[in-house]
């Protein structure tokens, strides 16, 4: 049509993503996205729908590029290896940041609560899908005589869980990419 502007939903989403992973939830206005983005409110009202609208759609973004490459990892054979490599991919796009902001879903986890209801629904629905692939793949190395046979795959997949949202909230805190690389080694170290 003419005169209209189009522009591409994906870098625009994009760009979202990453001023609520710096500011969280009610840290940015709108005003913050347009200035982002370089879009009007109406534009971006009428591409994703209001403020709930746009963070949803960015932490589900944040799922596919950063969430579902980390879970990829764990389909090494060996679990220790999995384990390492999901971590340190973890790390890895961590260090990528031009200043420490860590994780738009841990920073959501931590907003749970002041988050509308269908949002604090979409970060535990991502904490159990992240749960559930780790509990499977602690139940295939199980299985295949990988693991102590004592090892408590539920224990051992929620504590991986958490790890992997206290490097990028300690990443945050602190700056320091060997720290939270210790952090990892040191975690581990349990499956020794």
Do not use: W
Request: glycine share 6%; charged share 25%.
């Amino acid at each position: 049509m003419v005169g209209v502007k189009t522009f591409d939903t994906e870098e625009a989403l994009t760009t979202i993503m990453e001023v609520f992973r710096e500011k969280g939830y009610a840290g940015t206005s709108l005003g913050d996205l347009e200035k982002a983005t370089g879009l009007p409110r109406t534009s971006l009202y009428n591409a994703y729908g209001n403020k709930n609208a746009l963070y949803d759609a960015a932490i589900r973004l944040h799922r596919v590029k950063l969430g579902y490459p980390l879970l990829a990892e764990l389909k090494h054979p060996d679990i220790r290896v999995a384990l390492r490599n999901m971590l340190f991919k973890q790390i890895e796009g961590l260090s990528q940041q031009d200043k420490p902001v860590g994780c738009l879903v841990t920073n959501s986890c931590a907003d749970l609560g002041a988050l509308s209801s269908d949002l604090d629904d979409t970060v535990r629905e991502m904490m159990e899908e992240f749960e559930d692939a780790l509990k499977s793949r602690f139940t295939i190395a199980l299985a295949s005589g990988d693991l102590d046979p004592n090892t408590d795959v539920v224990s051992m997949a929620r504590y991986f869980l958490s790890i992997s949202r206290v490097i990028p909230l300690m990443y945050r805190a602190s700056g320091d990419l060997s720290y939270v690389k210790q952090v990892a080694e040191t975690a581990l170290s349990v499956l020794r």
